[in-house]
Each structure stands twice: as structure tokens, then as C-alpha cells.
């Protein structure tokens, strides 16, 4: 393995989530079983062989590999990934691979795709994809995704094989699609990210920020920079439905031992165990 990038990994249930986060250094996350990545702050060499990538927002920590990992994947001879970016920035970012090609002289090949809150990327017939809106410095939006499948109409329920293969045959549906949020990845964003999609408080797995945990630090500051800060947690603790909360991005103004500090002070029962700091 070529160490290029650090990166932790953790496994719950049958999804791996790997990555690393820390506020103004570099993000970047990938759930290999879903063939997925979220964020191109950096790019460990290990994550080349994921395909397609969602980008939060265009703040370098979060998107700086971007022609790294396109050349990448041309050298190694493998097809162009796909890559979806905040719509107002997909022809910057395009702007960006042509400079970056010239300076390489080398092709940078990719599917840049811009996508807007309330879009929806189905990823396969069981995985869709929904972005939505977030609240930070430059226009980002967050992202779920969701497990679908074809379950009995509720009016069904009950029957028998016999009666439901005959209401099938007289050309009625009597199935439906229902949608369970597997992954949910918020990037950076004040409490609004988290508020305005209830999706986010009810996944399975909630890949969230928490940049600020010292009481001394403003809420309203933080906010107005489109951050969050541990109190915003203690303040919706209710909230949270998911699993596993994975709380990332800390400031590098804080020491990692001052981050669990504040944490399990503020939330003594790390949110019935289902908290997770990623330092």
C-alpha cells in the first residue's frame, strides 16, 4: 500500500467508511461497498480505484486533489471517473482541469457534473443519491443516500400469493417503491444543513462536522462561517435517530485530547454510544 494520505476506517454493518477531516487541512471519504467517495481534499492513493465522487463545495480542503485524481486514473489507464460538484461551479472547475492539463501536458478526462439541492443521482437500481441544501461561505449542498426497494402496496398486505398474482395479472401494481437513507454526508455547514433535511437526522450512518467544541467559541460566529460547534449537538441530541454519527472536521486549533475532553464532558454518554469522533 503507498501511504500517500492518511485515512481512518471503520466498519458498521456491512458498510466501511474510511477517510479523514480536519477543518482547513484536508476531507475526503469513501464507502468502498457503495463505490462511492465524498470530498477531493486530498487523495489516498488507495481511493484511485473509486469511480464516482461527490463534492460538498469548492473550499480547496475539500476539493484540491481534484485534477490529482483525474490524471491519476489516466495514467493507470482507467476510465474517467464522475464527479458531481455544486452546479455553480462545474465550468470553473472545468476551467480548472484545462489550466492543470496545459501544465501537465497530459489529458485530464472526466464526467464533471454540476448538481443542485433537490437533485436526485441514482447510483443503481438499489442506490439513489440526493443532495440537498447547506448552509456555508460558498454555495454546497449535502448529500443522502438511500436504499430502495419494491415492497406490497399496504392494501395488499394480507392476501394471499394466489389473489395478489391475479390482481398483478389484471394489470395492476401492486407493488411500490419505498426509501430507507442508508448514508448521510453534510459537509461543511451551520445547523441549518442538518435542520432542513430531516433525511439527515435518520440514516443509518450521519457523516457530519463539528469544527468548534470549546464553550469559549460563539455559536453566532461559528454559524455565521457556516460551522457547527458541539453545543449545536448537545442542543439536538433528541434528534438524532442514526446508528452512527461520525463527527469530523475538528479545528486545528484544538489538540485532540481538548476535543474528547469537551465532547465527553458536554455528552457524557457520547450519544448512547453511537457518537464517534474522527480525530
Not at 465524498?38 to 469511480?51: C, R
Not at 398486505?157 to 417503491?177: A, Y
Not at 448514508?183 to 457530519?208: F, Q, R, V, W
Not at 433528541?238 to 489538540?255: M, P
Request: aromatic share 8%.
Amino acid at each position: 500500500m503507498t501511504a500517500n494520505a492518511p485515512f481512518h476506517s471503520i466498519q458498521h454493518q456491512d458498510l466501511t467508511i474510511e477517510g479523514y477531516s480536519r477543518a482547513a487541512v484536508q476531507s475526503y471519504w469513501r464507502i468502498p461497498e457503495m463505490k462511492i467517495g465524498f470530498d477531493l481534499g486530498a487523495q489516498p492513493w488507495d481511493f484511485m480505484g473509486t469511480s464516482t465522487w461527490f463534492v460538498t463545495h469548492t473550499h480547496l480542503d475539500h476539493i484540491a486533489a481534484l485534477p490529482v485524481y483525474v490524471a491519476r486514473r489516466r495514467m493507470m489507464k482507467m476510465d474517467p471517473p464522475l464527479i458531481y460538484v455544486p452546479e455553480h461551479s462545474r465550468a470553473l472547475c472545468e476551467e480548472v482541469l484545462k489550466v492543470f492539463s496545459r501544465l501537465d501536458r497530459g489529458r485530464l478526462p472526466c464526467d464533471l457534473r454540476g448538481v443542485k439541492p433537490g437533485d436526485e443521482i441514482e447510483l443503481s437500481r438499489e442506490l439513489v443519491v440526493t443532495a440537498s441544501a447547506t448552509k456555508h461561505t460558498v454555495p454546497s449542498v449535502g448529500y443522502v443516500v438511500w436504499q430502495r426497494r419494491n415492497k406490497l402496496k399496504d392494501e395488499y398486505q394480507g392476501l394471499s400469493g394466489e389473489q395478489i398474482r391475479d390482481i398483478r395479472l389484471s394489470g395492476m401494481e401492486v407493488t411500490e417503491e419505498k426509501r430507507f437513507p442508508q448514508l448521510a454526508y453534510l459537509g461543511d455547514s451551520s445547523p441549518e444543513g442538518l435542520d432542513n433535511c430531516p433525511a439527515m437526522y435518520e440514516a443509518k450512518i450521519l457523516i457530519t462536522e463539528m469544527t468548534f467544541v470549546a464553550p469559549g467559541h460563539r455559536k453566532e460566529k461559528i454559524h455565521k462561517h457556516g460551522h457547527m460547534h458541539l453545543d449545536d449537538y448537545v442542543e439536538r441530541k433528541d434528534r438524532f435517530k442514526n446508528e452512527l454519527i461520525i463527527a469530523a472536521h475538528a479545528s486545528t486549533r484544538y489538540q485532540d485530547r481538548q476535543v474528547k475532553h469537551y465532547v465527553q464532558k458536554a455528552l457524557p454518554d457520547m450519544l448512547g454510544g453511537r457518537l464517534k469522533l474522527w480525530l
